[in-house]
T-cell receptor
Framework: DTEVTQTPKHLVMGMTNKKSLKCEQH?????MYWYKQKAKKPPELMFV???????INESVPSRFSPECPNSSLLNLHLHALQPEDSALYLC???????????FGQGTRLTVV | DAKTTQPPSMDCAEGRAANLPCNHS???????VYWYRQIHSQGPQYIIH?????ETNEMASLIITEDRKSSTLILPHATLRDTAVYYC????WGGGNKLTFGTGTQLKVEL
């Protein structure tokens, strides 16, 4: 299995909702990443987990809360988002933090 | 982290070689050069990486100048499916890396 699987593919949520994005990989990778991508812009790094510990937080607002329950799974919990948080959210994994990364197809999030 | 400069856009005729340049003049001795691409509405895809020697795989070739200040990604026979944004990213081995994307080059392959 050489895939990074993200669910759901699309999500529409209200500003008062709580939702979660899920990312899964079964390649034995020990680094996992969350990115945010707005239209016509490059992906922006949000969080990096290395060996299930948070390694990098790029000063992301607390309404985004990452979680790495085990080495195969990465979640992004969303609460009280704003319309400007609407974007494509990409998950990636790599064997370790300095090696090539494999990306999922993303979750397209719309905040209404 | 080293800064990179890439042309914002390039065109290539199908079947011809696409040569995508990247300037990374501030690259450090232990930073590799990684290339990724992102086809519209998909997640980025790893292509190739190198340190100082030229590299080739089934997708592309990577030419790195001797002073390591620039590199060129070569797609030898571009097809319409190679239309994508191409990103050149220096990345330090053994470090707590951030995989940071610059603005990249939009390659358009046309008939």
């Amino acid at each position: 299995d050489t895939e990074v699987t993200q669910t759901p593919k699309h999500l529409v949520m209200g500003m008062t909702n709580k939702k979660s994005l899920k990312c899964e990989q079964h390649m034995g990778h020990r680094a996992m990443y969350w990115y945010k991508q707005k239209a016509k812009k490059p992906p922006e790094l949000m969080f990096v987990y290395s060996y299930e510990k948070l390694s990098i937080n790029e000063s992301v607002p607390s309404r985004f809360s990452p979680e790495c329950p085990n080495s195969s799974l990465l979640n992004l919990h969303l609460h009280a988002l704003q319309p400007e948080d609407s974007a494509l959210y990409l998950c990636a994994s790599s064997p370790r933090q300095d090696l090539e990364a494999f990306f999922g197809q993303g979750t397209r999030l719309t905040v209404v | 982290d080293a800064k990179t400069t890439q042309p914002p856009s390039m065109d290539c005729a199908e079947g011809r070689a696409a040569n995508l340049p990247c300037n990374h003049s501030t690259i450090s001795g232990n930073e590799y050069v990684y290339w990724y691409r992102q086809i519209h509405s998909q997640g980025p895809q790893y292509i190739i990486h190198g340190l100082k020697n030229n590299e080739t795989n089934e997708m592309a070739s990577l030419i790195i100048t001797e002073d390591r200040k620039s590199s060129t990604l070569i797609l030898p026979h571009a097809t319409l499916r190679d239309t994508a944004v191409y990103y050149c990213i220096p990345q330090e081995w053994g470090g707590g890396n951030k995989l940071t994307f610059g603005t990249g080059t939009q390659l358009k392959v046309e008939l």
